[in-house]
């Protein structure tokens, strides 16, 4: 069992910067591709960004450029640096856990383990 617990989120006007965290416990991540959703009121999860257990990344078209996942193992954390930020990005955002070292997961049902997700508020 993997345990994801996420922190960082906020509030911040629109152009400005934050820095979510994904700390995992119960089992290392260093086995497990990693990938980081949200989901706005009314609207259902999406992809946001991957990265495999190589370090391979992966992100949606809508924050290509703006938002930079990473991951430090010997921490058993997983990051997502949001910049740019728009009020369209919004949301509450999940970060998720596949044990896989295989291709790059984007949809929710491919992967086994969830947080609880840290509210990103971000004011025009």
């Known amino acids: 069992q993997v345990q994801l617990v996420e922190s960082g989120g906020g509030l911040v006007q629109a152009g400005g910067s934050l820095r979510v965290s994904c700390v995992a416990s119960g089992r290392s991540i260093s086995s497990y591709a990693m990938g980081w959703f949200r989901q706005a009121p009314g609207k259902e999860r999406e992809f946001v960004a991957h990265i495999s257990i190589g370090g391979s990344t992966y992100y949606a078209d809508s924050v290509k450029g703006r938002f930079t996942i990473s991951r430090d193992n010997a921490k058993n954390t997983v990051y997502l640096q949001l910049n740019s930020l728009k009020p369209e990005d919004t949301a509450v955002y999940y970060c998720?856990?596949?044990?896989?070292?295989?291709?790059?997961?984007?949809?929710?049902?491919?992967?086994?383990?969830w947080g609880q997700g840290t509210q990103v508020t971000v004011s025009s």
């Open positions: 998720a856990a596949v044990r896989t070292g295989w291709g790059t997961q984007t949809r929710w049902n491919e992967y086994d383990y």
